[in-house]
């Protein structure tokens, strides 16, 4: 049973940073896509940024880019994803999803993705 915790959520100033983490435990990371997605009040789940846990190349969507940083910790199985100069629009509850043999066309789909967390929310206030 694999199974993802998100820790790091809460209440933030616009400006200010925030550091999510991923916890993965019940299955090797080895070949993997770990990625996270979020979803604000009445809009569809969106990508946000992907790991490839073998190779570390790393995949962000455009509004994140040079203000996120996704990372690993291989000897904690944990991903992380750094937010900086966060706004009222990254409002939304952030999902970590895993994907085993994900190819690249669909790095940034949910359908990609086996094993989700449960969310943690982020709040930017203006």
């Known amino acids: 049973q694999v199974q993802l915790v998100e820790s790091g959520g809460g209440l933030v100033q616009a400006g200010n940073s925030l550091r999510l983490s991923c916890a993965v435990s019940?299955?090797?990371?080895?070949?993997?896509?770990v990625a996270w997605f979020r979803q604000a009040a009445g809009q569809e789940r969106e990508f946000v940024a992907a790991i490839r846990w073998n190779s570390r190349h790393s995949y962000y969507r455009d509004s994140v880019k040079g203000r996120f940083t996704i990372s690993k910790d291989g000897a904690t199985n944990t991903a992380h994803l750094q937010m900086n100069s966060l706004s009222p629009e990254d409002s939304a509850v952030y999902f970590c999803?895993?994907?085993?043999?994900?190819?690249?066309?669909?790095?940034?789909?949910?359908?990609?993705?086996?094993?989700w967390g449960q969310g943690t929310q982020i709040t930017v206030s203006s």
């Open positions: 999803a895993v994907g085993y043999g994900v190819i690249l066309s669909s790095i940034r789909s949910r359908s990609a993705y086996n094993y």
């Open positions: 019940g299955r090797t990371l080895t070949n993997s896509a």
